[in-house]
């Protein structure tokens, strides 16, 4: 089913009528006669399953994918489907980050694509073109699926957690504040930077570095924030960016199942869990199910389709940019309180304004990577005496994130995420509403460095901040209902 593999001069033009023969409204014509096969390869494209115990279907999907990594894992280094060619698209456990997307709008679009051609060669390989990845729902189930953990299966791996346990990034209220994010790019941005990035370094050892692909339970992890984007896009009626700078860009180096170089436009990616693989619901945060990716009919199927194809105008406007503090060295293990020198006005928008038509989000943005990431930063606002210790339940708080990958002496190789936003908005009219955060006083905000392991390998590290300060941004209103 190449259907995805488009020609690589493919221009926008091309991209927008293009697409039109894989359109689902086939679905619906086919029955009466058509392009069978190609319909029939979409209505029984392969499910991506919610991992869990007690379900005959996860547990004959865990044997396939474990299988699929021995036979990866057995093919010669020079065969780009191997599992250590696979891993290298993403990066290398010593040298860094080498393809992938981080930090910029295509984390999503760049790791749906390195998923679907992952999976493609695991079927070819199995022979089980009904494959699907299971994926990791870390909101619901902290602990890996056990098959990770058996002592000498292919799917267990060296880590320090095999839990993300209690961790706050993963969290009903995190979760549910990131999905509500209606504006593509500050959802992308919040996704990554905390829940993302937080179980790569909760889970540690590969899974904190470039190389983190050599770890099984990436691609697991790596299917919950795809399943994250089409619960999003797809079940909560929330658009991507028709943007054609976006919807252009091209990578040419992932192969097919039988190794072929395939290309890819970060366009067609938005339409993946339409045509070639499926989703099996699951929930997340307060966000149940509402919609059942399994029982779509084919009219379902085509208002979705249409909605998705068609894409919204996304930007990320700053309607203000309240600065806390720049250039600022911290040390890891001493967190920081920063008082905000704002304008009475200033305060008032922040604390006052209207969380339907606007967020406010804290804005952190550091110079550089660490040298060492086994740790993630809570945010507070007005609690100067903040430290690992303060629960994440106290009425201060704020939100997490983490950094993935380290500074690495090599240099680096492409953008990393080091800057960060953590939607502030709850917890100011929380703050505002108990009397806790008046106009007439400083705000304040505090960094936490909280170590994932009990303590810091490197305490005394020291991290140069470049900015510290809110953002106000308007919500962006859908232009595509239903
Ligand atoms: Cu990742």
């Known amino acids: 089913m190449n259907h995805l593999d488009q020609p690589s001069d493919i221009s926008r ?11 689902l409204s086939l679905v619906a014509s086919a029955m009466l006669g058509g392009c069978e096969q190609l319909i029939k390869d979409i209505q029984n494209r392969p499910v991506r399953r919610y991992l869990r115990t007690g379900s005959p279907e996860v547990q004959h999907t865990l044997d396939i994918y474990r299988e699929a990594v021995v036979r990866m894992k057995a093919l010669p280094a020079a065969d780009p489907r191997s599992w250590n060619a696979q891993a290298a698209l993403h990066g290398t456990v010593a040298g860094g980050f080498n393809l992938c997307q981080h930090g910029t709008p295509h984390f999503f679009s760049w790791h749906r694509a390195y998923l679907l051609y992952f ?6 390989l199995t022979g089980e073109k009904s494959f699907g990845l299971p994926y990791w729902n870390w909101n619901q189930q902290p602990a890996m699926h056990p098959a990770f953990l058996a002592p000498g299966s292919a799917l267990n791996h060296p880590r320090s957690s095999t839990t993300v346990g209690t961790n706050a990034a993963f969290g009903d209220p ?36 470039g190389g983190s692909p050599l770890d099984p339970i990436f691609w697991a992890h790596h299917g919950m924030v795809d399943y994250c984007w089409a619960k999003w896009n797809i079940e909560l009626h929330n658009d991507n960016p028709n943007d054609p700078t976006w919807i252009n860009t091209k990578w040419d180096y992932f192969v097919d ?44 199927a085509k208002t979705i389709e249409a909605r998705i194809r068609k894409g919204a105008e996304v930007r990320f406007d700053i309607k203000r940019r309240i600065p806390v503090a720049s250039n600022m060295p911290l040390r890891l293990d001493r967190p920081v309180s920063r008082p905000t020198r704002v304008a009475t006005a200033d305060l008032t928008a922040l604390l006052e304004s209207d969380a339907r038509r606007e967020r406010v989000f804290v804005n952190v943005d550091y110079a550089q990577l660490p040298m060492a990431n086994d740790f993630f930063v809570r945010v507070f ?15 201060h708080y704020a939100g997490s994130y983490a950094f993935f990958g380290v500074h690495t002496l ?33 705000l304040t905000v505090q960094l936490v460095a909280v170590p994932v392991a009990g303590k810091f390998r490197q305490p005394e590290m020291q991290l140069l901040l470049k900015n510290l300060g809110f953002i106000i941004a308007p919500v962006h209103v859908r232009t595509s209902p239903g």
């Open 257 to 300: 199942g039988s190794g072929n170089p395939v290309s890819v436009i970060a366009g067609i990616t938005p339409l993946m869990p339409l045509l070639s693989y499926r989703y099996e619901s699951s929930t997340v945060g307060n966000y149940a199910t509402p919609i059942d990716m399994l029982k779509l009919s084919a009219q379902e």
């Open 174 to 209: 995190s979760m549910t504040t990131i999905l509500s994010d209606t504006n593509f790019f500050t959802f992308s941005s919040q996704l990554e930077g905390t829940p993302h990035n937080t179980a790569h370094v909760i889970v540690g050892m590969d899974m904190g570095t």
């Open 119 to 124: 999976e493609r060669i695991c079927q070819e």
């Open 410 to 442: 090599s240099g680096e190789s492409h953008h990393h995420k080091t800057d960060f936003i953590v939607d502030a908005t709850e917890t100011l009219k929380r703050l505002h509403r108990n009397g806790l955060a008046r106009t007439d006083q400083p």
């Open 13 to 23: 033009r091309v991209f927008v009528k293009g697409l039109g023969f894989v359109s």
């Open 381 to 395: 606002v007005n609690l100067p005496e903040a430290n690992a210790q303060t629960p994440t339940s106290d009425i």
